[in-house]
Every structure is written in C-alpha cells, then in structure tokens.
C-alpha cells in the first residue's frame, strides 16, 4: 500500500502511519470511502463501529456493500470488503452505538485520531465530547447533496462541534399550516398531516381544520367565523377528520369538497387573515382547470412533470381510494405508516399539497421537488462523500505528521465561488469559542425557566436535550445536595416536583455531569416567569437557540440517525452536514451553525 511504497510519504509520515491506530465512527457514505482510503493509504490498525445494517438504497454509493449484504451490520461487511483490498490491515468492527458504556473515554484514549462520518447531531455532540475528554483529535466530515465539510477538532486548539449554538430545526406554526400557509413546504406539511389524520397514526398536533383559535383572527371577524360554526358544514372539524371521512366511506369528492372547499370557505370568512393577504380560492370538484386542457409536453422524467389540477384531483381520487382499502385490509385499530416511497401515500400528499397550494396561490411542485420536500431528502451524492473522505484522509495524515497548523476547515462547494474555487479552506484554525459550555476551562451555561413550573422530568430533558448529556446527575453547588440522580430510582419520586418545590431558587446553581462523557458543566438557574419551558442562555448578550416544545408531540431530536444513536430514521441516507441556510458550504470563520433540516415541527399557536 502507498504508505509503504519508498518514498511516497517522508519517514517520519511512514513511521507514523505504521505506529498509527484510528477509529472511524460510521460506516455509511462517507465511512466506506475513508476506510477505503486508510485501508489503501496503508493504515494498519483500524476499529470501525455503526449500528445500522445495510439497506438496499444505499447501495448506490457505499460501495463496500452489495446486494448479497442488505440487512447485515454495515461495519461488519465493510471490514471485509476492505480487507479484499489490503488483507494485512487490523481492521475492529463493531457493530453498535458509539453511545454506549462500552466506549468510554479510555477507550477513545487508544487512538491517535478520530474520524466522524456520521448523519446526525446526537452522536457528533457525544463523539466531540469524548475526544474533548480524552484529548484525541477529531476528524469531522460531513456532505449535503453536493456541499460538504472536513474540519479537525483538537482541544484547546479549534474550537468544538459545541462552540457555536446551533440553530434548532425549521419550525412551522401550525396557524401557518393550517390557515395561511404562503410556502409550499407548508403544504406539503399540511398534507403529510393529512394523511395521517385519515390513514395513519392520528395526532391532535396534526389537525389539518381551519385554526379558529389563531390569534391572527381574533376580533369581529373571528367571532363571526365562530358563530356561524355549526351552521354550516365547517362545524366539522368538531368532528374527529378520520370520523367524519370513515362516515362518508371516504368519498374522494365529499372529502375534496370539504377539504378544499367548505375548509376554505370557513377559512374565508375569518376575514382578519385575510386583511393583508390575498384571500385562497375555494375549489369544486366539477370544475377544476385544466380538465380539457390536453397534457403539456415534457421531455424530463414523469415525476418531473407538473400536474394540472384536474390531474391533481385525479390522483388524489385514485390515491385516496388506494389508501382506504390498504386501511380496511389491516386489523382494527391498526393505521397506514407515511412513506415517501410508497406510491399511494406519495401520490395523496403530492396531490393534496398541490390543490392546496393552488388554492392559495403558492407556486404548484412536480411530485419529485415535492417527494424531495416532504421525505426530507437532499440526495446523498457519491463523489462528495468520496471527495470529503480523501479530504479527510489527507488531514488525518497532517495530524499524524505533527502539522495541525494545516488543519484548517475545509469546504466543498457545490458550485465554484467567485474566485472560481471549488474547495474552500479556512485561513487559520479557527480557535474555540470561550464561552462555549462544553470545550472552555469551566463550562457554564445559563438555565432560564420558570422555576415554580418546571420539573425535575422537565430539567433532565433539559439537560439531555439542551446539553446533549446521556445520563445526567446534578448537584446543588456548594451543599453537594444531590438533585438528579442518573441511578433509576434514586431522584424519581422528585420527577413532577417543580424546582421550587425541592428548593432550588433564582441564581442557585448545579453542578451537572455525565459520567460516560467525562463531561461537567456549572448551570445558574434563572427565573423567569414567562419562561414557557426552558432555554439556555450562554451570556446575557447571546441566548441560545430555543428548545423545541417538550410536549414530544413533535418529531423528534435533531434527526436520530441510523449510524450510532438507537433511533431507527427512515432518512437513513441522508448525511448530514453543519451549513448556512442559503449558502451551503462556505461561510467566514463567524459563520453559526445550522444541522441540515429534519423533519418539520410544528408549534401550536
Ligand atoms: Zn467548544
């Protein structure tokens, strides 16, 4: 292999690559392609670990899988594969979750570098802090469609994947779903919503019925919407959607004319929305346009195509009655699971995201943009995994060269900037943030909520959510009062008590620490009446990004993944790379994280 042919790599490089031994974490897209890469460049002492097995879609791009593999553990079958090309490789896999006892900080101690190829925020917290705690440098990667990121983390050094808050997930407000939606994403969220409401699981934070309690609305207008309830067929949104669908036999025009006419009629004459909007355009079923309009040409692919609106309707015909008889074939009590790739399901949600969209004059998307939207995908692209992989191969060799200095971010663009550069490097490392409550000296961090409300169950998930801790403890500074205990049952019958209640007040603070990440942080708690739940506060001049509603209603954690955490994501090829909203890839050193975007969530006004 390269490391060993004379002259290729200076001694010192060639010493230190035979003395060297590295972990990958993740065996997915980018995983593969630096196992590959270490494997070739004659690395020979490597532990690979990922929980997921191999599914048939990702066969396209990690190419250490074949057919013959799917549904066998990932890190297992690319230990072989790799060692097909290089047999005298030590290669370790393990097929788990790097969130796990048995990868403690001695364990990460073993090895001379790191290497994140991973798809979700959880498991990089938790791999930054364990090798913050065991003073290993970290190789992060990550790509998006055909943007992408290789930065080296090294205590004390750069900053962490922590330094910088990061922007919680792309919320939308449910009176924008489901009164005044201006986006076509809020109505493909609508319509996922939809579904659910009629096939699959139903959930109350998914109502898919005008909001008569939208603030927006309130006044004259909203009273008169409210009066004529009952008079008209808008009352039935008193009426479970999946009740009242059941009683019509789900009648694709009686729910059409209800979906898209009566609703929005109802909607109508909440007459304050529409002060400063244009008004939607209630539907009929037996006159939609585009019926004796012949089919445009196209020449791209069919999900390609935009529909016309009679074709929506056609669709959305065909795909609701498709769908009832999937129910009615299942037991009682059993409901149909929302998938992109599953044909009536995508084609309903397409449809129905449409004719909505029509309605109120937002732009109509082809089933692919919409499949795309609504399935959360940004295609996972080959060549970008490949290309951050031997980017980051090539700075694990700096690393192990001595050269950290050369570290710096780099990032692939997916279009050349205007100095015609693809790729993207920092100018300097870029230091760590010393007011970051994982990697500075002493780690603080601000607690803002209400502590006559919130609970001790509410401060774990706090801690866990907010901290990104596994398995928090926490007790009272100065007094060592134990307040949570991560021993079951040990705090548990404090669980519903609010904090006042078990004495902790305005400006106490705790001392809260995860065992497994070697990892303790002083939070001050502060009172704050209106605080609806809990946020972090880093200083007084930079609060930190707000908490999701903890009601677990909605979606879950910054995108589970497959790769390490326990979670099952259907999203299991999507990578997941630190961005900007509108400009992928390159930002200057100030630039604020943001995860890819995940799945909606959706806050109740
Ligand atoms: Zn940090």
């Not at 009272?476 to 404090?494: A, F, M, Q």
């Amino acid at each position: 292999m390269v490391a060993r042919v004379a002259g290729v790599f200076d001694e010192k490089l060639t010493e230190a690559i035979a003395n060297s031994k590295i972990l990958v974490v993740g065996a997915g897209g980018i995983g593969c392609e630096i196992l590959k890469n270490l494997v070739l460049t004659g690395f020979p002492n490597i532990e690979i670990i990922d929980l997921d097995t191999i599914d048939v879609s990702n066969l396209n791009r990690q190419f250490l899988f074949h057919k013959e593999h799917v549904g066998k553990s990932k890190a297992q079958v690319a230990k072989d594969s790799a060692l097909s090309f290089n047999p005298n490789v030590n290669i370790v896999a393990h097929h788990d979750s790097v969130i796990s006892n048995d990868y403690g900080v001695s364990y990460f101690k073993q090895f001379q570098i790191v290497m994140n190829a991973l798809d979700n925020r959880v498991a990089r917290n938790h791999v930054n802090r364990m090798c913050l705690a065991a003073n290993v440098p970290l190789i992060e990667t990550g790509t998006a469609g055909y943007a992408g990121q290789v930065e080296l983390i090294k205590k004390g050094l750069t900053q962490c994947y922590e330094c910088q808050p990061k922007a919680p997930q792309k919320t939308y407000p449910g009176c924008t779903i489901r009164n005044t939606p201006s986006e076509p994403i809020h109505c493909i969220v609508w319509a996922k919503h939809l579904f659910n409401q009629l096939f699959g699981e139903e959930d109350p934070d998914q109502d898919v019925s005008p909001d008569t309690a939208d603030p927006e609305a309130a006044g004259e207008a909203g009273a008169s919407a409210l009066s004529s309830e009952g008079t008209t067929s808008g009352n039935v949104e008193r009426k479970s959607t999946r009740t009242w669908a059941a009683e019509t036999n789900y009648d694709p025009e009686k729910l059409f004319t209800k979906l898209f006419g009566d609703d929005i009629r109802y909607l109508l004459s909440m007459e304050n929305l529409w002060k400063k909007r244009r008004p939607p355009t209630p539907l009929t079923w037996n006159n939609l346009p585009g019926k004796d309009n012949p089919q445009e040409q196209h020449t791209g692919l069919p999900d390609q195509r935009i529909w016309s609106l009679y074709e929506c309707a056609q669709v959305f015909n065909a795909s609701c009655t498709a769908l009832q008889k999937d129910l009615k074939s299942r037991p009682e009590g059993d409901h149909l699971v929302w998938d992109k790739d599953e044909k009536s399901a995508m084609d309903f949600v397409t449809a129905c995201a449409n004719i909505r969209a029509h309605i109120f004059n937002i732009p109509i998307k082809s089933r692919f943009e919409i499949k795309s939207m609504a399935g959360n995908i940004i295609p996972a692209i080959a060549t970008a995994n490949a290309i951050v992989a031997g980017l980051a191969v090539l700075r694990a060799q700096a690393v192990l060269r001595g050269d950290i200095a050369s570290c710096t971010s780099v990032y692939l663009r997916p279009k050349v900037n205007h100095r015609g550069q693809l790729f993207v490097p920092e100018k300097t490392l870029t230091p760590p943030n010393p007011k970051c409550y994982v990697c500075a000296p002493k780690p603080e961090v601000g607690l803002a909520c209400n502590l006559k409300q919130l609970t001790l169950k509410d401060l774990t998930t706090a801690f866990k959510e907010g901290l990104n801790m596994q398995a928090p403890d926490a007790t009272v500074e100065g007094k060592g009062l134990v307040v949570l205990s991560s021993e079951p049952g040990e705090t548990d019958h404090n669980n519903d008590k609010t904090l006042e209640e078990i004495g902790l007040n305005d400006g106490c603070a705790l001392l809260v620490d995860d065992f497994l990440q070697n990892y303790e942080v002083r939070v001050r708690l502060q009172q704050e009446d209106e605080e609806k739940l809990w946020r972090l506060v880093t200083d007084t001049d930079t609060p930190m990004p707000e908490p999701k509603p903890a009601n677990g209603s909605n979606g879950s954690d910054p995108k589970p993944g497959p790769s390490t955490s326990r979670d099952n994501d259907s999203d299991s090829d999507l990578e997941i790379i630190d961005e900007d909203d509108d400009e992928p890839a390159v930002k200057p050193p100030k630039r604020r994280r943001t995860e890819m975007n995940s799945d909606e969530v959706v806050e109740l006004c």
